[in-house]
C-alpha cells in the first residue's frame, strides 16, 4: 500500500512563512485528489486544502488567501506553501487523499509546524 512521508514542519514566529511536501510512494497518477490536513492538540483532525490531478485547489476558509497547495506528479510530491502564519495554525500536519479515494486509510507520521513568538 502507498506510503505518505511529510517534511518540511518547524518552528516559525507569527507572520512567518514554511513549505511542507508530502512524498507519495509509487505513482500519484491514479490518485485524483490530494489534501492536507492538521491536527492540533486536543483536537479533531481537519481538511486544510485539496487539488485535483488537473490542478484545481479548495481550500478551508481559515486558511485561503495565504496557503497554497501544489503538486508534481512526476515527482510524487505535494506541497503547501503557508505564509502569514498565525499561532492558530499549530498542529500536525498530514497529507492524504480524500475519503473514499484508493489511499485513504494509510496516514503518515505528519510533520509539526509550530507558530510562536
Known amino acids: 500500500q502507498v506510503q505518505l512521508v511529510e517534511s518540511g514542519g518547524g518552528l516559525v514566529q507569527p507572520g512567518g512563512s514554511l513549505r511542507l511536501s508530502c512524498a507519495v510512494s509509487?505513482?500519484?497518477?491514479?490518485?485524483?485528489?490530494m489534501a492536507w490536513y492538521r491536527q492540533a492538540p486536543g483536537k479533531q483532525r481537519e481538511l486544510v486544502a485539496s487539488i485535483r490531478s488537473g490542478g484545481s485547489t479548495n481550500y478551508a476558509d481559515s486558511v485561503k488567501g495565504r496557503f497554497t497547495i501544489s503538486r508534481d506528479n512526476a515527482k510524487n510530491t505535494v506541497y503547501l506553501q503557508m505564509n502569514s502564519l498565525k499561532p492558530v495554525a499549530t498542529a500536525v500536519y498530514y497529507c492524504n487523499g480524500v475519503p473514499g479515494g484508493p489511499i485513504f486509510g494509510s496516514w503518515g507520521q505528519g510533520t509539526q509546524v509550530t507558530v510562536s513568538s
Open positions: 509509487g505513482s500519484m497518477f491514479s490518485i485524483s485528489v
